[in-house]
């Protein structure tokens, strides 16, 4: 290893960055297929998984995404275009943090602003 701030390979990070950021946009791209199929109700009876399970799974990327962006992680500085990755991942899930909270309370204002939100940022 040539720099002992650097645990991993500087390609194995952008792969993982990649995965990871892949996996938050598709999540919540299937959210909106969803809401354009069926709309709020669809969305709220969801199964398999559902809207929960959903925010959920986000969340623990989320943590993932908080360590790989702490200055001087195990990883070392990330580059900007993985940085810039993370955050817009971070932004995601917190968007589908907020539709969740709408669906739950039953406001549908605030929930097609969250579906807005995510397809203003959603990568077609």
């Known amino acids: 290893m040539s720099n002992s701030?650097?645990?991993f390979d500087r390609d194995d990070v952008k792969v993982k960055v990649e995965q990871?950021?892949?996996?938050?946009?598709?999540?919540?791209?299937?959210?909106?297929?969803?809401?354009?199929?069926?709309?709020f109700d669809g969305v709220a009876m969801a199964k398999d998984p559902s809207l929960a399970d959903r925010v959920t799974n986000l969340q623990i990327l989320g943590a993932v995404i908080d360590v790989l962006l702490?200055?001087?992680?195990?990883l070392g500085d990330l580059e900007y275009e993985q940085q810039r990755q993370l955050l817009n991942a971070r932004a995601q899930i917190t968007t589908m943090?907020?539709?969740?909270?709408?669906?739950?309370?039953k406001n549908e204002?605030?929930?097609?602003?969250?579906v807005e939100a995510l397809d203003r940022q959603a990568v077609m």
């Open 97 to 105: 943090e907020q539709l969740a909270a709408a669906m739950q309370a």
């Open 70 to 74: 702490k200055p001087n992680s195990t």
């Open 109 to 114: 204002a605030d929930y097609q602003r969250a």
């Open 20 to 39: 990871l950021w892949a996996a938050v946009f598709e999540s919540s791209g299937k959210v909106l297929e969803q809401h354009t199929k069926f709309g």
């Open 5 to 7: 701030t650097n645990f």
